[in-house]
């Protein structure tokens, strides 16, 4: 009997093994929605939560893909199954984080203060680093969170979540200390800086554009953000366009 449960254990778990080893592939050539069929095929809490980061990677990825609302609700859709799998998955919290900003982006600030959406993504971040101190990932998309308010709320926003551009740079720079070899981070930090449109903080966005760019791509989802740093390298010297550019980029 126990030979046969040992059986049957194998004869499933090497199908989802499978799945997620070419959802892994699938992710790094960039074939984002292939990569998210197959880890959703594996299942479990990695498996949804993989395919949420895949939809996720995309949307960051490609500002102009012509539905991003319908991507950014497949994505909350899975991160929430993930999270409800198991609470306590440090990625399954990240993903429906990132998913919340996403699906929070195609509402008005106040609907989503309503709903509490920037609530409950900080209460999942801050859980994520509390559960895995040292995980970049996690510590970077505080940072993201800090300066996403400061960007769609100003100082009124700030003071309502308790949220400091400050701290938003102070998240920032520890990601970049965990994950030297990462160009995402210092990307993310220079276009949120831009953003704001703030002179203070103009020299540091070009230093982290110009960092990135040195830097080589692991995979597809870092070439294609190396890619978006070149664009905005190639306007950075006009301020206000740089400017105007990273407000639109972080709208969409």
């Known amino acids: 009997m126990r030979f046969l449960g040992f059986l049957l254990l194998l004869f499933f778990a090497a199908p989802a093994d499978a799945d997620m080893a070419a959802a892994r592939s699938a992710y790094e050539q960039g074939h984002w929605q292939a990569a998210a069929a197959y880890a959703q095929r594996a299942g479990g809490a ?54 919340l900003g996403f699906r929070g ?15 409950r993504g900080k209460r999942l971040i801050e859980g994520a680093v509390e559960a895995d101190p040292d ?25 309502a979540l308790d949220a400091s551009v400050e701290a ?14 990462n160009p995402a981070p210092r990307f993310f ?12 903080y103009y020299d540091m966005a070009r230093e982290q554009v110009e960092i990135c760019l040195q830097i080589e791509a692991g995979d597809a989802f870092e070439q294609g953000i190396q890619d978006e740093a070149d664009v905005l390298r190639g306007m950075i010297d006009d301020r206000r366009r740089a400017t105007a550019w990273a407000d639109d980029r972080m709208r969409r």
């Open 46 to 99: 990695d498996g949804y939560a993989f395919a949420a980061g895949s939809l996720i990677a995309q949307l960051m990825v490609e500002p102009d893909h012509p539905d991003r609302e319908a991507l950014a609700r497949r994505a909350l859709d899975l991160a929430e199954y993930a999270y409800e799998l198991d609470e306590e998955h440090v990625e399954a919290r990240l993903r429906l984080a990132g998913a």
């Open 189 to 200: 930090l220079a276009v949120a800086l831009l953003a704001l449109d703030e002179p203070a």
């Open 168 to 181: 938003g740079i102070g998240f920032y720079t520890n990601a970049i200390a965990m994950d030297p070899g």
């Open 135 to 159: 995980n970049a990932w996690a510590v970077g998309m505080l940072g993201a969170w800090h300066l996403e308010v400061a960007r769609r709320g100003g100082q009124r926003g700030l003071n």
């Open 105 to 119: 982006r195609y509402m008005s600030g106040f609907r989503a203060y309503v709903q509490r959406m920037p609530h």
